[in-house]
């Protein structure tokens, strides 16, 4: 876990990859930009991970600011167990809190206004991304 007082005044960049055992995707979230990229369907979780954190770095290196945290999915590089939601017991992944669990539909509707991963990656500004983190109690868990 990061200690966020540490990073206050670095911009922070989120990453995540993700596989459904059909798709794999990865993404990432910046103040002013959201990508995501399709991988080949037997992409690896860890590649989706290893390719997010790649992008942030490409954001990183097109910029000239040099403060910059890079929050992931750490469990994944550091060989730990896959956490869980604990309202529901699914798999704790961002398009489970994004999009899937029950506990966060009212503040999913006020935020994003849609119910598909691609739709909030496609149609919601980055900064509502990050509140909607901050309003449901996650930005300090990542």
Not at 64 to 76: C, F, G, I
Not at 93 to 102: E, G, I, N, R
Request: glycine fraction near 4%.
């Amino acid at each position: 876990m990061v200690n966020r007082s540490e990073f206050s005044h670095h911009i922070e960049i989120y990453t995540d990859g993700s596989n459904d055992g059909i798709r794999t995707a990865t993404a990432v979230v910046a103040p002013n930009s959201v990508k995501t990229v399709r991988l080949p369907d037997n992409a690896s979780i860890f590649t989706a991970e290893i390719h997010a954190l790649d992008m942030a770095l490409d954001i990183i290196r097109r910029t000239r600011s040099k403060d910059y945290v890079v929050l992931s999915d750490s469990y994944l590089l550091k060989g730990e167990s896959q956490p869980v939601c604990e309202a529901c017991h699914s798999p704790l992944t961002v398009k489970h809190f994004l999009v899937d669990c029950t506990r966060y539909s009212a503040a999913r509707q006020r935020y994003f206004g849609v119910d598909t991963l691609k739709g909030v990656f496609e149609n919601v500004a980055s900064g509502n991304i990050i509140t909607y983190v901050k309003d449901i109690g996650f930005y300090n868990c990542i």
